[in-house]
């Protein structure tokens, strides 16, 4: 095929952001700027006029925006996302004669070329005119004249080169030979809470009164407790009804006592299952109340679903293709040898029955959404396929754009980053077991500074039912004061299991075990919220620094700052227009005392060299003055691990004085 | 739509090498391997298989080659191509059945579980052996029979996990799930000469007798000299009759005398254009008997094309169109303004008659293929359309794949990278502007390690008839010595503009200027190739290393060594078996004796620290004995100002002798 109808000669390439060819959307979250960069750049040394085109993906046309040239050939432009849901860009481009042929003008010297360049000019325009074919484009039309009279060549040129002429055309592009990025990119808007939320996880049969199964009443009951702390997420385990089968008993032994409560995990008993109620909780009932009175404490009831069954769910019954049946005719139940789940029956996905299959799981979502939940925890997505992750979060999102789903896939890297790029709005991380310095630098800098930051967003959490690390278990108090901080700063989503996180639980099953001795996983458990040595108010302080400094409600700003002590961890975060500017300083080392200097990047954080600055430490309520870029730090883990600043450029000093004026 | 229908469980994503995602082909010479890197996972705990599948481009079916994994779920496995044209590679994985079920019997302890394994995959043999159903799967059945026997369990699981039973397994892989990549992505090979070329340019007028025009029979009676200095491509600028309208005189004067010879690059006149011979060059006939004189002497003849037109060539009155015309009637000639190129028509390649333009431009290239050339060096292709090229170029390679195109583009990196993506087999280069020790490294590290390697092959010039830098105009005659071992050590690929280059020419036209003082673009000159102090027997020594030495006939194993002064550099290349090693340190200061130490990064030359290795010089033919990395050198730019270092691990010692045996 001969190009020849091809008159595109605008190139437009290295589009970024831009997630495996187009194959994936980005994420943006209500309010924020979509910024977009390209290289664009034609033959020759014509001018190119460059677009960012940008809609609503229901919208039937495109909103404009004017790419900027930086240099080398780099375009940038930037849109805002309003709405939830999914927006597209792309870029347009073309060669702009009019401005090509204003450089050229300007470069001429002689006489006779000025005299042709004006001729050209006014034939220009009045191919623009002609074009355009409207009644306004009289005005076009007498400049034209007036180029290719016999007035003096400087008061043409002048007109020619003048800003009025160069605005006229610039309303009349030629773009019949425009070139349009070869791909449609989207992005997907979420609702705030995706990229900021402070997630809070319990056991509601532990929140009873001691020796009685807790309620979703009892929960309702002590959300002042939550609030109090200040999270905006309650993750409920799965609340339905528990399988008798193969029950386990307490601390995960095979075989439990005929009054063991069992994992909420496995799912599902002769009195129903994924869309049923644990009958010792309440009633569905109960929990839209709970659902209602959290939403009016501001806070977001976020659901657990895992897609698997005891061997006595309903489901077992009535649909036996979904499962995997062994020689012996009983149903394989889910291993990782030589681990065994006997009281779990994992779906099998690659049953030729899948529609049904599908389409139930589907209803499970929806069916919690109609009880009013709009967070979903996804339980073990990384052991589903692929593909019904990207159908079934695209068909949730269609109708309802504001569900927020995390993936809690603790897994390989590649694995847990596919997840979020087909279409989970948060995950889980590796956070929990990232503890030096140069780890922590390390995994934040790939979560905040590479692409990654466009799909995944990270949900801190020093602890979950599953993971009690050594860090915390040898650490002792300040240990969770550190990984909390930790958690609460250097991520805007990030969450504790509680109250086994505010008291401090230590213990695991046995010496080398991440598990919890006496895990809520297996047994319910009697809290004290009101211990002394209780770590509520210290994470109720976290939360509100974090809810009033914006500056820690999103990931991008992160920068590290180097120190001179390997236990003294520094990063700053910073709104975009730096009106709120926040410097952390850790003392990773949970038994020590530890001192240093820390060094700043003057520059990120727009500081004067010369001037002095102030810390306010929101932790503690002290202040203190700063100066250039080298500053000694000290901070006792027996006292406070960590500095909050938030740091302000403006002191007064006698030059405030009027007499300065 | 639901992905029921969808059983593929396996990713593929992350696949190197791939050019804009599979928009441009990778290029190899022949002999080559391409080795494919990618992300390749499933989702759970089971085993993956995966292949990489290359075929020619016009073969109906796919070779494979079985992936391995490294770590961190990548994969890699290679092919070599062995036939220029196109290839086409892609990658097929899909979950292994088997081995996962191998994988999951290994880990089995308790002998009721082995007991159910073995019947699972027996069960798992039956079905493989139904699915093949051909008559050799006997002996399948028959292990399946055992496998689900009375017999011993450990003899049953001794052949379950058998070498046997996975070979045979491994031939009946069940691939109804596989995913294949979504793209197909290509290959484009070239002949060898593409990856390792050695030009030499000349004007032809220059070549006769004093005060005569030279012919294509001078140049062929000069043969034996350039082959002595051991180049394979010659260049010629144009060879077609040159416009006499606006010919240009003298070092580019407006007004030329009436002998004036014109610019080569000013093509066409009443005598013929782009098909036809200067009559003072000598005829067509001529011309095939150089071309083929040439390639008996190993030299490739490579032509330029210059898309351009003197304001007398043919097409000017026979093809109006293909010229934009001027408000005065007058053809616009090329600017750039205040620059005026008046003996020099651009094609006007917006008109809307561009089928017969295009068809006849594509007719030039074949034309001179029908001549017997297989390169040209195209000029100035960045002020030509990106479709044009990637059209012709694609026409030309269809059936004649051996075909070179050279790019002198010298234009921004972006576009510059574009047209090499676009089909230009080799490049021009910035490296006449990379003088330092730090711009070397800077560039040579984008050209070498990072993906533009797979598509943009440098061609190093240190001067061309446009082109004498201030380095050449200051240097002194060593100057040119360290130019010429840059270019010829650094790139696979390299050119001089001679004679000017091995007699040292370094006069510029004016202070400041970058053009030759009575440049041959505006006349003849007459050059006395005997001179002592001309460089061709070091040119020639230069040449000679490079073809005896494999490790200079590539680009991707140079590496960087540090050295202790800026005016020393220091690199390696190596052939991939390190069979062929060289070293070359270079002295860029051309006026001073340099010295100080060079740090060899052992690990990359597998040299052992704590072994001596030998350093034979190519250039000077001195041999040294040099000991773990740091080693001292002084180079004296008034003799020699630089080594080619072939370094040889194996030194004889005492250990040599029969009584350490």
């Known amino acids: 095929m001969i190009p ?24 943006r979250t209500l309010g924020e700027r979509v910024i977009v960069e390209a290289d664009v750049f034609a033959d020759g040394h014509d001018a190119v006029a460059c677009v960012l085109q940008y809609r609503k993906e229901q919208d039937p046309g495109w909103h404009e925006a004017p790419m900027r040239s930086l240099s080398n050939d780099r375009w940038r432009a930037e849109f805002q996302v309003t709405a939830m849901g999914r927006y597209r860009y792309t870029i347009t481009a073309w060669v702009d004669h009019f401005l090509s042929w204003r450089n050229e003008l300007n470069k001429r010297v002689d006489p006779k070329d000025i005299e042709i360049a004006l001729q050209m000019g006014a034939q220009l325009l009045q191919e623009t005119a002609a074009r355009v074919g409207r009644s306004n484009t009289a005005w076009l039309k007498k400049q034209a004249q007036f180029l290719s009279s016999d007035d003096a060549l400087a008061a043409r040129t002048q007109v020619a080169l003048g800003e009025a002429l160069a605005y006229k055309m610039a309303c009349y592009p030629d773009r019949r030979s425009a070139t349009t990025y ?24 532990s929140w009873g009164a001691v020796d009685r199964h807790g309620t979703f009443k009892d929960v309702e ?16 385990p799965p609340i339905h009804p528990i399988g008798r089968i193969n029950r386990k008993g307490k601390n995960n032994s095979l075989v439990g006592e005929p009054d063991d409560v069992g994992s909420p995990w496995a799912i599902g008993s002769h009195e129903g299952g994924h869309k049923s109620i644990h009958t010792d909780l309440g009633t569905l009932e109960d929990f839209r109340r709970l659902v209602a009175k959290a939403r009016n404490h501001g806070i977001e009831m976020a659901l657990d679903i895992a897609l698997q069954c005891a061997p006595d769910h309903p489901y077992v019954r009535d649909h036996p293709t979904w499962f995997r049946r062994r020689p012996d005719g009983t149903v394989q139940y889910a291993e990782n040898p030589p681990k065994k789940y006997q009281d779990i029956y994992p779906f099998h996905f690659e049953t030729e029955d899948r529609r049904p299959l599908y389409e139930e799981i589907k209803s499970v979502f929806l069916f919690w959404l109609e009880q009013g939940v709009r967070i979903f925890r996804v339980d073990n997505p990384h052991t589903k396929p692929c593909p019904l992750w990207e159908w079934i979060i695209g068909e949730i999102k269609r109708d309802h754009p504001q569900v ?52 995944f967003r990270p949900n801190f959490w020093p602890n979950t039912p599953d993971i009690l690390t050594e860090y915390l278990q040898f650490g002792g108090r300040s240990a969770f004061q550190v990984r909390l901080v930790l958690a609460g700063t250097l991520a805007a989503n990030y969450g504790i299991y509680g109250p086994a996180f505010e008291l401090c639980e230590h213990t695991p099953r046995e010496p080398g075990s991440e598990e919890y001795l006496s895990s809520e996983k297996y047994e319910i458990r009697n809290w004290d919220l009101n211990r002394t040595d209780s770590l509520k108010d210290f994470v109720g302080r976290l939360n509100r620094i974090r809810r009033e400094n914006p500056a820690l409600q999103s990931d991008c700003s992160l920068r590290f700052h180097p120190t001179d002590n390997e236990q003294l961890i520094c990063y700053s975060k910073a709104t975009e227009d730096m009106s709120n500017l926040i410097l952390v300083v850790v003392n990773l080392d949970p038994w020590h005392l530890q001192s240093g200097w820390v060094e700043l990047l003057l520059d990120e954080l727009r500081l004067e060299p010369d001037r002095p600055y102030q810390l306010h430490d929101l932790l503690s309520d002290a202040r203190y003055l700063w100066h250039g870029p080298k500053n000694y730090v000290a901070l006792d883990s027996d006292v406070l691990p960590a500095h909050i600043f938030r740091l302000r450029r403006r002191i007064r000093s006698e030059r405030d004085f009027d007499y300065f004026m």
Chains 1, 2 share one sequence.
């Not at 791909?183 to 402070?198: G, I, N, Q, T």
């Not at 109090?228 to 997420?233: E, K, L, P, R, T």
Request: proline residues 4%.
């Open 182 to 205: 070869e791909r449609e990119l989207a992005v997907v808007v979420d609702d705030e809470r995706a990229r900021f939320s402070s997630w809070y996880e319990l056991f509601p049969r």
């Open 4 to 27: 020849t109808k091809d008159r595109r000669r605008v190139v437009i390439e290295g589009v970024e952001p831009e997630i495996d060819g187009g194959r994936f959307p980005i994420k």
């Open 221 to 236: 009951a002590e959300l002042p407790y939550i609030t109090a702390m200040g999270f905006d997420v309650l993750y409920l």
């Open 404 to 455: 927020i789903f995390l993936s809690e896939a603790f897994t390989r890297p590649k694995v847990m980053y596919r997840l979020a790029r087909l279409g989970f709005s948060q995950s889980y991380t590796y956070f929990a077991w990232r503890n030096t310095k140069q780890e922590l630098i390390d995994y934040l800098t790939e979560l905040t500074r590479t692409e990654v930051r466009e799909y």
